[in-house]
């Protein structure tokens, strides 16, 4: 097997944005912790963010965006830091924890929350980076 030095390089650029992103979602949950005794808000929050900054972040780095980035750039941040700062592998398993715990209106609620509010911030970040792109997308 040839080594690609250059997919080395971007996969420990996505590497090390996993870390900032994972140390990030730490943090989170743990400011969130005393809010989250009935329903994982930590989780919906880190969710809802994560799903913000992915689709600003994304919209405004384009080639015609305001702020072009790299490919590099836009894999460090969307890959790394957003990928292991969201949470639905998080999300699923504390939904099965509610639905085994005999909580089956708070899983119910905790998917529909996390569903309809990570639609709602993903077409904010987008909205948001499109009028600062003046349009151009």
């Known amino acids: 097997m040839v080594l690609d030095l250059e997919r080395l390089r971007v996969t420990l650029w996505i590497a090390l944005g996993g870390a900032l992103g994972t140390v990030?979602?730490?943090?989170?949950?743990?400011?969130?912790?005393?809010?989250?005794?009935?329903?994982?808000?930590?989780?919906?929050?880190?969710?809802m963010t994560g799903s913000?900054?992915?689709?600003?972040?994304?919209?405004l780095t384009?080639?015609?965006?305001?702020?072009?980035?790299?490919?590099?750039?836009?894999l460090f941040f969307m890959v790394g830091i957003c990928?292991?700062?969201t949470t639905f592998s998080s999300f699923t398993l504390q939904t099965l924890d509610l639905l085994?715990?005999?909580a089956p209106g708070r899983a119910m609620l905790n998917v529909g929350l996390s569903v309809v509010?990570?639609?709602l911030s993903v077409a904010a970040g987008y909205m948001v980076a499109a009028r600062l792109n003046q349009g151009a997308v």
Request: aromatic share 18%; no cysteine; proline share 4%.
């Open 52 to 59: 913000f900054a992915i689709a600003f972040f994304g919209t």
């Open 83 to 85: 990928g292991g700062y």
């Open 100 to 102: 085994r715990g005999g």
């Open 62 to 74: 384009t080639a015609a965006g305001r702020f072009p980035v790299s490919d590099m750039g836009r």
């Open 24 to 47: 990030g979602r730490y943090w989170v949950g743990i400011w969130m912790a005393r809010w989250s005794q009935n329903l994982p808000w930590g989780t919906i929050a880190i969710n």
């Open 117 to 119: 509010l990570g639609m």
